[in-house]
C-alpha cells in the first residue's frame, strides 16, 4: 500500500510546516494532526468538503493545512507520480496526466484565459513560484467583464 513504508510530505504552507504522512490501518496519519484521513470517496474528492477532507470546529491548525493541500493531490491525480510524495510540489504540467483523473478540470484548465481560475475549490493550492488562482483584485479597478457561455 502506498505510502505505508514511506512518507507522504505535506508542505503546509504555513507555521506548521511540512508534515509526515503514513498509511496504517486504512487511514492517512499526519504528524501533528488531531484526526486521521480514512480512504475518500470519489464524491469526497469531487467535493473536497466530506469524508477525510470535512472540516470540523474541533480540527487543529494542521488538520486544517493538511486538508486543502492532500484533496488538491487527489483532485489532480499527482500523488502516484515521481516526486509526488511531496505535496504540493509539481507543476501544473503534471496534474490531469494520469487515470483515474478529473476531465473535467483539465478541460476547464486547457481552456482558461492565462491559465488562471478554479476548477475545484481548492485550485489555489500550489507549489511554490506558481499561482494558478483564478483571484480578481486590483488596486483601483474601474471595469469587470464576466463572460458566460461563448467569447467575448
Given at each position: 500500500m502506498m505510502y505505508s513504508n514511506e512518507d507522504l510530505s505535506i508542505n503546509t504552507q504555513t507555521g506548521a510546516g511540512t508534515v509526515a504522512c503514513r498509511v496504517s490501518n486504512n487511514q492517512l496519519n499526519c504528524a501533528g494532526d488531531n484526526r486521521a484521513y480514512p480512504k475518500p470517496t470519489i464524491a469526497d474528492i469531487w467535493g473536497c468538503n466530506s469524508g477525510p477532507f470535512a472540516i470540523i470546529g474541533s480540527d487543529n491548525d494542521v488538520h486544517r493545512a493538511?486538508?486543502?493541500?492532500?484533496?488538491?493531490?487527489?483532485?489532480?491525480?499527482?500523488?502516484?507520480?515521481?516526486?509526488?510524495?511531496?505535496?504540493?510540489?509539481?507543476?501544473?504540467?503534471?496534474?490531469?496526466?494520469?487515470?483515474?483523473?478529473?476531465?473535467?478540470?483539465?478541460?476547464?484548465?486547457?481552456?482558461?484565459?492565462?491559465?488562471?481560475?478554479?476548477?475545484?475549490?481548492?485550485?489555489?493550492?500550489?507549489?511554490?513560484?506558481?499561482?494558478?488562482?483564478?483571484?480578481?483584485?486590483?488596486?483601483?479597478?474601474?471595469?469587470?467583464?464576466?463572460?458566460?457561455?461563448?467569447?467575448?
Open positions: 493538511v486538508v486543502p493541500r492532500l484533496c488538491a493531490a487527489f483532485y489532480r491525480s499527482t500523488l502516484l507520480l515521481d516526486g509526488g510524495n511531496v505535496q504540493p510540489s509539481l507543476p501544473a504540467s503534471s496534474y490531469y496526466t494520469v487515470s483515474p483523473t478529473s476531465h473535467y478540470a483539465r478541460l476547464v484548465h486547457q481552456y482558461e484565459v492565462n491559465g488562471l481560475g478554479y476548477a475545484f475549490s481548492y485550485d489555489d493550492v500550489n507549489p511554490a513560484g506558481e499561482n494558478a488562482a483564478g483571484t480578481v483584485s486590483g488596486n483601483n479597478p474601474t471595469v469587470l467583464k464576466v463572460t458566460v457561455g461563448g467569447w467575448s
